[in-house]
Each structure stands twice: as structure tokens, then as C-alpha cells.
């Protein structure tokens, strides 16, 4: 989770899970790395790391830009879907 899409993070990619930020655009170099890498990536989410505050349990469509809060795989109907468009 970050607010920005900065290039020195570009080091972190191969361990990383998934990409959330705030801004940016998924034609940006990092974005491009982490597609490159593997790691979903969503950009553009408004407030992210506000809202999703460390330990929180996401599900990430990198395909979609979708952030789902909690695990999907077996997830309780209650848990709230956020989908953000990507910038683009």
C-alpha cells in the first residue's frame, strides 16, 4: 500500500503480494515492473492507505483494479467490495 507509484520501490517487487496506490498510472514504470513481475497491481485508489490501515487482509484483481477487504477464497457475503477505476 502506497501513496504513490515511486521507481525505488521497483527493488521490493519480487517479494511482494500485490500493489495498492493511491495515485499513479498503470503505465507507469513501476506498474509496468510489477505487471512484469507478476504482482497485481491496482493504481488510482483513492485513499488507501487511509482506508486499508496495516494487517488488513485484501484480495487484489490486478486485472481489474478490484480490492476486496478480506480473504475472497471462502469469504463471508457480508465483506464489502471496493472497485476503483485504474488511472489511466
Do not use: K
Not at 48 to 73: H, I
Amino acid at each position: 500500500m502506497v501513496r504513490s507509484l515511486d521507481p525505488a520501490l521497483a527493488s521490493l517487487l519480487p517479494g511482494l503480494a500485490g500493489l495498492v496506490a493511491e495515485t499513479g498510472s498503470a503505465l507507469s514504470h513501476l506498474a509496468v515492473l510489477a505487471r512484469e513481475c507478476r504482482v497485481p497491481t491496482a493504481v488510482g485508489v483513492p485513499g488507501a492507505v487511509d482506508r486499508f490501515p496495516d494487517g488488513t487482509s485484501l484480495t487484489l484483481d490486478g486485472g481489474t483494479g478490484e480490492v476486496t477487504v478480506g480473504d475472497t477464497l471462502g469469504a463471508a457475503p457480508e465483506l464489502a467490495s471496493i472497485r476503483e477505476e485504474s488511472a489511466a
